[in-house]
């Protein structure tokens, strides 16, 4: 399969791990233990800004996957590592093993610009012990970020209402990968455009762009460096007037305008880059609307995000596309998503039944849920989503109508669905047998399911502060389960 990492890297990346995912594929294969059958699921347990979430990068995890191979150069490597007793860790028997493997295992995920919550799983993987084992690292890297620079898009865009924004951070994210793939995420999340033109060429995202100051400095003055970059550029004309004094560059960006519609061309914009944006924006409004450039649109960027984006719009400010960078491709109030990949049943044969696996902690919130899982969307009269039910598939089975579900980090908190409520399983097939049986969208399609998606929520769900808490629960018998297993480890009679 062809895709993203290929075009990037152009090799195999099967060594993208941690080294302790090897090591416990040789425990494994050392004891035998390589074909039992396991199932695990990546999830996160609390939203990355406090409300909804954006589920992103599953494209690329499909294609990690799909073309994972140990080359011969990969094993020569392993086997040059050692224990404390200076002897290599790996086998030569195992190496070879670890060369003839392919993934064959099944994947079923929730498709890219769905909105997700805490708890649920995002990619639920089946297959051998040791594969399923074995690919969690780069799953966790390939879907953490997307999925939350997804998210925070998602909010720009939000704040920005029916105006565009433009993803500028390229030189700002952390490195090459982080500047590709948060241009796709962001592009998930709602974004127009890049200023990435890599991203652009691989991904087919719409790019923007025109100068910067240093275009302005390397001139006499301000107004030549108008004048000439009209001259050499008269269709992509967005003037950054803030290079020296903000107002008087409005007025030398009216000047090259006016030269520009004498010459059959049209001014698309200014940009403001610095300073205050509200006020600048609304006297560079009636500069321009004055002077007849009612169509020209004013953009603005500098250290913008959801939060700054939305007081400004309360001032009136007149700025109509926002270039966001910084604050987007590093989601720089929260750098990370704190997605896990956690075993949830195990069985040695396939005629024996799942043993259900459930990781146990003093902390509530790390305790995981027992089972092979699937998460239940109840869906409102209005089309607005009613909350969410996380169900275990081998042996409990899907929700009665009507049944209650508890919330997984209180369990004194219950809900009830309407049982003639309709609602849709999230969780879907994307490879069975190690293949792939998934259509995969078009980003632009991605992007459409986020807008619907959000569109689905509550306000109350989407604010930026304070949100409305969406309703995520546990399906009740899977709920008296999960108890029972806690009592059952910690001998609670």
Request: hydrophobic share 40%; proline share 5%; net charge negative.
């Amino acid at each position: 399969m062809s895709g993203l990492l290929a075009s990037l890297y152009r090799r195999n990346l099967a060594m993208l791990t941690d080294l302790y995912e090897i090591t416990m594929a040789y425990g494994y294969w050392k004891l035998g233990r390589q074909d039992e059958q396991a199932v695990f699921h990546l999830f996160f347990r609390k939203p990355p800004f406090g409300a909804y979430t954006i589920a992103a990068g599953l494209e690329q995890a499909i294609e990690w996957l799909s073309g994972l191979r140990f080359r011969p150069e990969d094993t020569a490597y392993l086997g040059t590592l050692q224990g404390n007793d200076g002897r290599p860790i790996f086998s030569r028997e195992f190496l070879a093993y670890l060369e003839q493997l392919e993934f064959a295992g099944d994947v079923d995920a929730i498709p890219e610009g769905t909105c997700v919550f805490a708890s649920e799983p995002l990619v639920r993987v089946s297959g051998s012990l040791l594969q399923c084992q074995l690919v969690e690292t780069a799953l966790l890297t390939l879907i953490n970020f997307q999925t939350l620079i997804a998210t925070k898009a998602a909010r720009v865009c939000s704040a920005a209402g029916d105006d565009p924004v433009l993803e500028f951070g390229m030189r700002r994210a952390q490195g090459i990968d982080g500047g590709i793939s948060a241009a796709r995420a962001a592009y998930v999340g709602g974004c127009a455009a890049t200023s990435n033109v890599l991203a652009g060429q691989l991904l087919g995202i719409p790019v923007k762009g025109t100068h910067a100051h240093s275009w302005v400095m390397s001139f006499a003055d301000e107004m030549e460096a108008f004048g000439q970059y009209a001259q050499a550029m008269p269709n992509n004309c967005v003037f950054l007037v803030d290079t020296y004094d903000t107002l008087d560059g409005v007025s030398n960006a009216i000047r090259a305008g006016l030269t520009l519609k004498e010459q059959g061309h049209r001014m698309i914009g200014i940009r403001l880059d610095s300073g205050d944006l509200a006020y600048l924006s609304i006297e560079a409004r009636r500069m321009l609307d004055e002077a007849g450039f009612k169509d020209v649109a004013i953009f603005a960027s500098n250290e913008l995000d959801e939060h700054v984006i939305e007081s400004l719009k309360q001032q009136g400010a007149k700025i109509a596309v926002w270039g966001v960078g910084t604050r987007l491709v590093t989601a720089f109030d929260q750098p990370a998503l704190g997605g896990v990949y956690k075993l949830g049943a195990i069985r040695a044969d396939p005629s024996e039944p799942w043993d259900l696996k459930m990781k146990i902690s003093d902390q509530t919130a790390k305790s995981t849920i027992p089972g092979i899982l699937q998460v239940r969307r109840f869906i409102g009269e209005d089309g607005l989503f009613l909350g969410d039910m996380i169900y275990e598939v081998s042996s409990i089975g899907p929700p009665a109508p009507g049944v209650r579900m508890v919330d997984p980090a209180d369990p004194a908190r219950f809900r009830r669905f309407p049982s003639d409520a309709r609602h849709e399983d999230l969780l879907v097939p994307v490879m069975r047998q190690g293949k792939c049986v998934y259509q995969l969208p078009t980003l632009q399609q991605i992007q459409q399911r986020t807008r619907r998606q959000l569109a689905s929520l509550h306000p109350g769900h989407r604010r930026f502060l304070n949100p409305h808490e969406y309703p995520v629960g546990v399906e009740e018998r899977l709920n008296d389960l999960r108890i029972k297993r806690v009592a059952e480890r910690k001998h609670i009679p």
